[in-house]
């Protein structure tokens, strides 16, 4: 079963149209983490909740917001999609009381037209 | 957090066992060592993690030196199903780190 879930797997969107993003966790863990990954690169981090905490990494664009209701969910939106910012997303989670494993979801790969 | 370097790609066969070496030279004391793989358009998955020594499990071990400065992902008997980008990660995901940053990783290519 999964444990991770983005949806959309898929997403097209217009150039400066926003666009958001969901995953949802079953895991009940306290760190969600985003993630973009463009065509052979690897992951890069653009920020963390633990719980409520919001943790952004400093050279995330300002077009990047995210939001996190309650533990299950955690929300990625992009406030003016460039044709830079096509790529995968990737959604994350983790214990934050464990040094074990990270949790991915499929990914939501998004096409900017 | 300790920057992590890997070899671009690697290729292999078919039944050979596979070493990937990790150096992590600024590694802290708390920071453990984990293993993703990565096939395409999926994310990534856990493969295995390590502080010292060695850690084996059903499909990896990994070796860890005494001094931590390096790590080597081992991959016994390859297939064809191998094929994927490996990542090592440095890190700690406790204590207010929470912190999971991926290096370049490693294309691994398995052919017959």
């Known amino acids: 079963d999964a444990m991770v879930i983005q949806n959309p797997r898929y997403q097209v969107t217009q150039f400066g149209k926003p666009v958001t993003l969901s995953c949802s966790q079953t895991?009940?863990?306290?760190?969600m983490y985003w993630y973009q990954q463009k065509s052979s690169q690897a992951p890069k981090l653009l920020f963390h909740?633990?719980?409520?905490?919001?943790?952004n990494e400093a050279d995330t664009p300002d077009n990047f917001q995210s939001r996190r209701p309650n533990t299950s969910f955690c929300f990625l939106d992009i406030r003016s999609p460039g044709l830079g910012d096509a790529a995968m997303y990737l959604c994350?989670?983790?214990?934050?009381?464990?040094?074990?494993?990270?949790?991915f979801g499929q990914g939501t790969r998004l096409t900017v037209v | 957090l300790a920057k992590t370097t890997q070899p671009i790609s690697m290729d292999s066969y078919e039944g050979q066992e596979v070493n990937i070496t990790c150096s992590h030279n600024n590694i802290a004391t708390n920071d453990y060592i984990t293993w993703y793989q990565q096939f395409p358009s999926q994310g990534p998955r856990f493969i295995i993690q390590g502080y010292k020594t060695k850690v084996t499990n059903e499909v990896a071990s990994l070796f860890i030196p005494a001094d931590r400065k390096s790590s080597t992902l081992s991959l016994p008997r390859v297939s064809l199903s191998d094929t994927a980008v490996y990542y090592c990660l440095v890190g700690r995901l406790t204590g207010g780190g929470n912190k999971l940053t991926f290096g370049t990783g490693t294309q691994l290519k398995v052919e017959l």
């Open positions: 909740y633990y719980d409520k905490d919001f943790n």
């Open positions: 895991l009940n863990h306290n760190v």
């Open positions: 994350a989670t983790s214990s934050g009381q464990t040094n074990t494993e990270a949790f």
